[in-house]
């Protein structure tokens, strides 16, 4: 019977593992999300009840659910160098010619190269130990990097295993294998995770996205963001032939990503062939590229090459330069944010400009409108690199028009005409009409019904701007009281459409705490820090109380954070809005509190730290707070408890030194 347990989830595991591979590699899924999960819920439920089945390959191992303080730092077996950079096609000819005499001096045969695109993404090295992933860690000073494993574990095109019964394991010499690679983030995933962040912590780039995100210490949030490995470097499975082009072959074989996109080049020419092809087609990839790699395709003069301080001789990178585009900035407009943050944006006469047509670029703030002497009717220069928004360059003063005019830029807000404010150690300028400002009413409208936060889609941005424009809503409230006849009187809406909003509406009372938290737009609370007050505070109540102390207390919740959100409660408005939404019928609360199951952590504050073997996170968390207790993020003379699992962080350190009592998770289960 057990033997015929073990065979189902081994079946689950490849099947899932196969559909994984189906969709994330090959791009052809066979089976829908909703399809997916329920077979990764299916082995879920069978470990669960099986415990002796699990093996640590399997899918669902990972989302580990740890969090961890500190990343510890780790050698690499050979240093993790970079790569020389060149923008010229001289360069490259240069190379091939370094190339060709070196290899005449160390007597090798060919000097074929192997073609392949630059990731913009972050350099990871993954060791596999066994067959089984022991360890990925960052480049660091390429020298040690730091331990990541949790986080990469949860991407999908990592694998958890690699099969080398048909291979020799032993370069390594102690049978490990290493394969490096880029982690990167598709633009589209990029886009979604900076549409559920706020406003003003988005990031820059993909790239920027990755690496912050390659740092997060809970790995369950790192999995929300659908990161993805790219392999382009193998030691330690010895293939006979040695050359890199097998080795990238080998890698698909064993599972890998290596986006497939590489060629073996015989000469310059083939060279300059594959680089004209991809500076054109790159802009059709649902990932940024930067350039192309070369690498020496026959490996066993790598060694022998060498390398300088910084990067190997065998190899170099050619990056594409910036693409740029002349044009004309026809006017500057200037928009208020959510959070009063007025961002001047160019109007620009279309423009063909990295496979997109550009009619518009930020000027990011007053400054830069004098930095760069930009007047309207101006010719201008703008640049697109690894950036998602292109940005103006510079001023074709030699073709200025007679007709320019300086850029008007406003004292006062063009919305609502209060005179802007700059607070000191910012760049940006803002309209402080917190409450009145028609269109910061509008931004945190528009954000209330975005879709991380209430999700009311009917709620776009034409209507918003109706409501708002005729004072129907002067805080998000005020949409719970919206009639029936009133919508009707808008421009294009009808009795129907007006029915649905206010359907979509009530539907929007339901939506989860977290949502609700989020919705508010609190400065600097994006999606996940609302999930955390979500599970540290039972209502918006209790939340809109707590001192700024307190909140900090919040797992990964820092000082900046705890201040804004404390000022937003205390600020004017916010009790009266409170009010408003739970007169509409929103409870502004967690579930429903259960009857509490006992009072063992009764006035406890509990701290989490290392894995637990028993429980994820959010499940010990439960426990506790259904026995009275508080969870907290960091460590303080107030703590009551700390509960240290496998590989505890510093906080454990921290606990000793302050004489915060500190438990196993044997002793906790015991309290429980
Ligand atoms: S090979 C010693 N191949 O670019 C050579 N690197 O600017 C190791 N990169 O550090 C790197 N795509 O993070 C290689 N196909 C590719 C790459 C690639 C992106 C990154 C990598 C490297 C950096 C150098």
């Not at 930020?362 to 690199?385: A, P, Q, Y």
Request: with cysteine.
């Amino acid at each position: 019977m057990a033997g015929g347990i073990r065979e189902t989830a081994a079946a689950l595991r490849r099947e899932i593992e196969r559909h994984n591979r189906l969709y994330y590699i090959e791009a052809k899924p066979e089976i829908s999300d909703f399809e997916f999960d329920r077979l990764l819920e299916k082995l879920v439920a069978l470990e669960k009840e099986h415990p002796e089945l699990l093996v640590p390959d399997s899918p669902t191992q990972r989302v580990g659910g740890a969090i961890t303080r500190t990343f510890p730092a780790v050698a690499h077996a050979e240093p993790m160098l970079s790569l020389a950079n060149t923008y010229s096609l001289d360069e490259i000819a240069e190379f091939c010619k370094r190339l060709k005499k070196l290899l005449e001096e160390e007597g090798g045969r060919s000097m074929d190269t192997v073609a392949e695109l630059k990731f913009d993404g972050v350099a990871v090295s993954l060791l596999y130990r066994d067959g089984l992933l022991f360890r990925g860690a960052t480049r660091g000073d390429g020298m040690q990097g730091d331990d990541i494993t949790a986080n990469l574990r949860t991407i999908p095109t990592v694998p958890l295993r690699i099969d080398g019964t048909d291979h020799d394991l032993s370069a390594l010499g102690t049978g490990d294998v290493e394969v490096r690679g880029e982690v990167f983030m598709l633009k589209e995933d990029f886009n979604r995770l900076n549409d559920s962040r706020p406003e003003e912590d988005r990031f820059a780039n993909p790239r920027n996205a990755t690496a912050g995100t390659l740092k997060l210490q809970d790995s369950s949030e790192v999995a929300c963001r659908r990161m993805r490995f790219v392999a382009y470097w193998l030691k330690g499975l010895d293939d006979e032939t040695a050359v890199h082009f097998s080795r990238l072959e080998l890698l698909e074989k064993l599972g890998f990503y290596t986006g497939g996109n590489y060629r073996l080049c015989r000469n310059l020419g083939e060279i300059g062939h594959f680089i004209e092809e991809w500076s054109e087609k790159r802009w059709k990839l649902p990932f940024e590229t930067d350039g192309v790699v070369l690498k020496l395709n026959d490996v066993r003069l790598w060694d022998r090459l060498g390398a300088t301080s910084k990067s190997p001789r065998w190899a170099i990178a050619y990056k594409y330069p910036a693409q740029q585009a002349e044009t004309v900035l026809r006017e500057v407009v200037f928009q208020i944010g959510r959070l009063g943050t007025v961002t001047p944006v160019a109007e620009l006469e279309p423009v063909k400009l990295a496979g997109s047509t550009v009619s518009r670029s930020t000027l990011h703030n007053f400054d830069e409108i004098g930095r760069l002497g930009v007047m309207i009717n101006d010719r201008v220069v703008i640049e697109k690199s690894g950036e998602v928004i292109p940005k103006i360059l510079s001023v074709v003063l030699d073709k200025r028009p007679a007709d320019v005019r300086p850029v008007d830029v406003p004292e006062t807000c063009p919305e609502c005409g209060t005179l802007l404010v700059k607070p000191e150690n910012e760049v940006s300028w803002y309209c402080p009409n917190e409450r009145e400002c028609p269109a910061q009413i509008r931004g945190r409208v528009l954000h209330f019904a975005s879709r991380d936060a209430m999700d009311i889609r009917t709620l776009g941005k034409a209507l918003v701007d109706q409501l708002v424009g005729l004072r129907l809503v002067k805080d998000v409230g005020d949409l719970y009281y919206l009639q029936q006849p009133q919508l009707e009187r808008l421009g294009r809406m009808g009795p129907k459409s007006a029915q649905n909003l206010l359907r979509a509406l009530d539907e929007s009372r339901t939506k989860s705490f977290d949502r609700q938290i989020y919705a508010l737009g609190i400065r600097h609370v994006g999606r996940a820090t609302a999930r955390e007050l979500a599970i540290a505070y039972p209502s918006l109540d209790h939340l809109a109380r707590a001192g700024e102390d307190e909140i900090a207390m919040v797992p990964d919740i820092g000082p900046v954070v705890a201040r804004s959100i404390h000022d937003y409660f205390s600020g004017p408005g916010a009790r009266e809005l409170l009010g408003k939404l739970r007169d509409a019928g929103l409870k502004l609360c967690g579930p429903e509190k259960k009857a509490l199951v006992n009072r063992n952590f009764e006035g406890i504050s509990v701290i989490f730290t290392g894995t637990l073997s028993r429980y994820d996170r959010q499940k010990a968390s439960d426990l506790v707070l259904e026995r009275g207790g508080r969870i907290v993020g960091s460590v303080s003379g107030k703590t009551g408890l700390v509960v240290a699992g496998n590989e505890p962080g510093s906080k454990l350190a921290k606990a000793r030194k302050l004489g915060v009592r500190v438990i196993s998770e044997d002793e906790f289960e015991a309290m429980l």
